[in-house]
């Protein structure tokens, strides 16, 4: 019989552990839920992952292009998306004990739209059944996009251009937040961006997503002693806060994904650990939230290994500091009761 697939059920079987402080409340702030033939990521799915021994009382979903609209203009087609997660999230607060609600949505819009994207952020109000949080329009972009598994697909210095920054603004004037997704290297555009709209809540997913595969193999020192220069230059910007994880995408060269099996709590501490107090050092707990990053970083670990992980990392702070890493800095940004 052959080994299980990395990243299937079976694989991800293969390590189990007891589970950490399993009555602390958690929000996951970042999951995504698709339709795609033979990997449907539905509320079901979902459940299946926060209910497997952390007590994960509620989630947000973040934009990843499902369920867009058919027709109709271009620049609205993003609203199925919401529509669709709406359903979802309607489905996830009828679940009852044990299952987490998704209490709120990042949607997509095209910000360089400028003044033009209220349009677009109104509507997604109107069908987002009052869970509408913001929008992520992602920067992710590398020159050598043939190396990734994920590779972005952003035009070249999308942070800089006037009209993407006067998309920003609009939603800072409708107390919508930002969140973003891109690589290491281009953590210093991100800052200047943070810095020129400095009115709209951003959020930094995934660490700034360091790349280890491609180019970009073999050179994890070089690549973290630049990313803790820059981490601490966002952390300067005030209207940022970072989710801290997402680092166990194929991308980020860690190799899990191709093991015989996946990787235990400790062997994640290991690996990873120095990322996450670095960025908790510079941000402080209350602008810091644990995300899973689920289904992508499902490729390469187990959700209640992770978060044993991500635990144990933190098993020396102070009780209220990790509330707020677990809870309360997401259910702040996120407008969760």
Not at 31 to 58: A, E, F, M
Not at 254 to 262: H, I, L, M, S
Request: with cysteine.
């Amino acid at each position: 019989m052959p080994d299980p697939a990395p990243g299937s059920a079976e694989w991800l079987g293969l390590v189990t552990e007891d589970i950490i402080d399993p009555e602390r409340p958690i929000i996951d702030p970042h999951h995504h839920l698709w339709r795609r033939p033979g990997n449907d990521y539905l509320i079901d799915q979902l459940w299946s992952d926060t209910g497997s021994g952390h007590n994960i009382v509620k989630t947000v979903f973040v934009e990843c292009r499902a369920e867009y609209r058919d027709d109709g203009p271009e620049h609205m087609k993003c609203l199925g998306e919401t529509e669709f997660v709406a359903g979802q999230a309607r489905r996830s607060a009828e679940g009852g004990p044990g299952k987490a609600e998704i209490a709120a949505i990042v949607s997509n819009a095209d910000l360089r739209l400028g003044a033009a994207v209220r349009e677009v952020l109104e509507a997604h109000l109107e069908v987002g059944d009052g869970k509408f949080r913001g929008i992520r329009h992602a920067g992710a972009r590398d020159p050598h996009p043939e190396a990734l598994t994920i590779p972005g697909r952003a035009p070249e210095g999308l942070y800089a251009m006037p009209e993407f920054r006067a998309g920003m603004k609009v939603l800072g004037e409708m107390g919508l937040t930002y969140d973003t997704w891109h690589y290491h290297h281009q953590n210093r555009a991100f800052a200047d961006l943070a810095r020129a709209v400095p009115q709209t809540q951003m959020i930094l997913d995934h660490f700034g997503t360091p790349l280890g595969v491609g180019p970009y193999a073999g050179k994890r020192e070089e690549i973290f002693l630049q990313w803790k220069e820059d981490i601490a230059e966002i952390a300067k910007c005030e209207n940022v806060v970072a989710k801290l994880g997402g680092l166990a995408m194929p991308d980020n060269g860690f190799g899990w994904d191709k093991r015989a099996t996946p990787p235990t709590s400790d062997e994640f501490v290991a690996a990873q650990a120095p990322y996450y107090l670095h960025a908790i050092e510079c941000f402080g707990p209350d602008r810091c939230m644990f995300e899973s990053n689920f289904p992508v970083d499902k490729r390469s670990i187990n959700y209640a290994i992770m978060y044993n992980g991500m635990k144990k990392i933190v098993a020396s702070f102070s009780e209220s500091e990790k509330d707020m890493m677990f809870h309360g800095t997401a259910a702040r940004i996120y407008r969760i009761d």
